[in-house]
């Protein structure tokens, strides 16, 4: 008599219950990848928005025009840099006085007025006016060149003064006493053609201009850097008191969540 052996199979049951002994083991083993890789997502994307936060910090304190009491937003890597520069009211300094003898003096070596009929240039060291240039209610450009031993300035319609300069840095302070919209604008072409040197801009608003003036500084060669509403000044140009010191905060977000924010300060008007 043959005896035919049967193989045993694997019952449903058995099936079962190994698949839930799987799922035990594989479940938790899955949160830790997923856990892990979200941990290496948040790390990558703190490390990614903190260099975000210096790069973007170091661009507010270093490029060539800053706007203050304004908040700029940048896109760069899925990320949105939100750049804010505010006036810190607890710092001030004194303006300059009529008699140019105060020792908390801002220290520029040329002025410009934009006043409503005459463009006004003054010199630092004298505080006195070297030249009027009639403008007739309009803006005329502003040319200013800058050379090793020189600095001259030129408004296209036959005004041209020079001065023998020889500096690494020179700041030029520009005050806006009339209205300028959109409608005009006062054009500013600045050339520097001296080596390892800089010319420094600080268009400054009257507190009895209303609205933001329309400037366009067009930087022909070299390096240049400007401001813009750094302060306040009053038409009789007596000492007055202006914020000195300026917030910048830089906030680096994230699908709408913020990763980090960094704060620093700066004295834009040195």
């Not at 003096?105 to 060291?125: A, G, L, M, P």
């Not at 800089?198 to 400054?204: G, N």
């Not at 000492?239 to 300026?246: C, D, P, Q, V």
Request: charged share 25%.
């Amino acid at each position: 008599m043959v005896n035919i052996k049967r193989k045993k199979g694997v019952t449903l049951l058995e099936l079962l219950i190994t698949l839930a002994i799987l799922g035990m083991v594989i479940m938790p083993l899955s949160n830790m990848v997923i856990t892990s890789l979200k941990i290496s997502i948040m790390s990558s994307n703190e490390q990614k928005s903190a260099n975000l936060a210096q790069k973007y910090m170091e661009k507010m304190k270093s490029e060539d025009a800053s706007t203050i009491d304004t908040t700029q937003t940048f896109l760069e890597d899925g990320f949105e840099i939100e750049c804010a520069v505010n006036n810190i009211s607890d710092y001030e300094f004194t303006d300059i006085n009529s008699s140019g003898n105060n020792t908390k003096s801002i220290n520029y070596d040329y002025r410009i007025k934009v006043n409503d009929s005459i463009t006004e240039f003054y010199k630092y060291d004298s505080n006195v006016d070297i030249k009027k240039g009639e403008t007739i209610n309009v803006l005329p450009p502003i040319i200013v060149t800058k050379t090793d031993s020189n600095i001259s300035f030129n408004d296209g319609n036959g005004l041209n003064i020079e001065d023998s300069l020889n500096k690494k840095e020179v700041k030029i302070r520009v005050d806006i006493n009339r209205e300028i919209d959109n409608s005009d604008e006062l054009k500013v072409t600045a050339e520097n053609n001296q080596e390892n040197s800089t010319l420094i801009f600080y268009f400054i608003k009257s507190s009895t201009v209303n609205n933001k003036p329309n400037i366009n500084l067009i930087k022909s060669s070299g390096q240049i850097k400007s401001y813009y509403n750094i302060l306040s000044s009053d038409d009789s140009d007596k000492s007055t008191a202006n914020t000195r010191i300026y917030l910048i905060t830089v906030t680096v977000k994230k699908g709408g969540k913020t990763l980090i924010t960094n704060k620093s300060y700066k004295s834009f008007y040195e």
